[in-house]
């Protein structure tokens, strides 16, 4: 493909031992999508590019999206609970909240108790049973002025977060502007801010920039092989691994009939979760190019 409006593709590994791509979850229940969302990728080379939360996205958001499921993954639910129990008392825990500071104050050590030398203090040695407040809601206590948590929780919470294991994508951001793809790519190998996968106990594995193609998704899809992590070193023959037909999701620059869209089209992040919108997707069964180009990638 040549002339100015031909349009390249930068190809983006996303592999690692976990990641989650939420599209509906809230604090008690984290869901998963069951691949890459385009939210999460573009917020990726946001933060790889340094970009300000509130500043808007430009080009970026522009680019059409397209993710193939080289190895799938399995869904892994996580049993997860928060506060609740008990943990060591921080000098913060008595400045922040004289509930806190009573509490642990109540039955000091008498001054010649043989154990009182052995306790400079209740930081780090006392210990409040049952007792859990959100460090994040602090607020001015309106009969005494003290700073108190907003919302105090004397019991653990359950929460239920949902991971893909083990899974291994080839994403594709496709534009005309080759230079904006060059830039992405070299800040995702020279990221300014940390990267995940979804969610920041998601660490990425490898490289996560593996090249920019000219052509469309679909034509980039099938001349490219199937990440090494699909088919591992000795997993199998290189023909048997060509003849696999992963799953692709390729952006629709328009709607389509019949198919529901996503909300997951990123117009500016924030922190309170930024703003979306929708977008159209078809999805496609790759076959595999047999003169399909190779990886010389870290794993």
């Not at 599209?23 to 990728?41: E, L, Y």
């Not at 008498?110 to 209740?122: E, F, I, K, T």
């Not at 529901?260 to 997707?281: K, M």
């Amino acid at each position: 493909m040549s002339g100015t409006n031909a349009s390249h593709v930068l190809l983006i590994r996303l592999a690692g031992p976990l990641q989650s791509w939420g599209i509906a979850g809230r604090f008690a229940r984290r869901d998963t999508h069951s691949r890459p969302t385009k939210s999460g990728v573009i917020g990726l080379c946001a933060a790889a590019l340094g970009l300000p939360r509130e500043e808007p996205l430009g080009e970026l958001a522009e680019v059409r999206f397209g993710v193939r499921a080289d190895r799938p993954g399995t869904s892994l639910r996580d049993y997860h609970t928060v506060g609740g129990g008990k943990y060591p008392l921080r000098p913060r825990d008595l400045i922040t909240d004289h509930q806190r500071a009573a509490k642990a104050t109540t039955d000091p050590l008498p001054a010649s108790s043989p154990d009182n030398a052995l306790q400079p203090g209740p930081f780090g040695r006392t210990e409040l049973h049952a007792w859990y407040g959100s460090p994040k809601y602090v607020i001015a206590d309106p009969r005494s002025g003290g700073l108190v948590s907003r919302e105090v929780r004397r019991h653990s919470l359950i929460t239920e977060r949902w991971y893909l294991a083990d899974a291994a994508f080839l994403v594709g951001l496709e534009h005309q502007d080759r230079a904006l793809l060059e830039r992405v790519a070299h800040a995702l190998e020279y990221p300014k801010r940390l990267l995940w996968l979804g969610r920041k106990a998601c660490p990425p594995s490898g490289d996560l920039a593996v090249g920019i193609a000219p052509g469309s998704l679909k034509e980039v899809f099938e001349t490219h092989s199937l990440l090494p992590d699909a088919v591992g070193p000795e997993a199998e023959p290189s023909a048997t691994a060509q003849r696999r037909r992963p799953w692709a999701w390729i952006e629709s620059r328009r709607p389509l009939p019949g198919v529901g869209p996503l909300s997951d089209q990123p117009v500016q992040f924030g922190a309170d979760g930024g703003t979306h919108s929708l977008r159209w997707e078809t999805r496609y069964r790759i076959t595999i190019a047999a003169h399909a180009r190779g990886w010389d990638i870290i794993l």
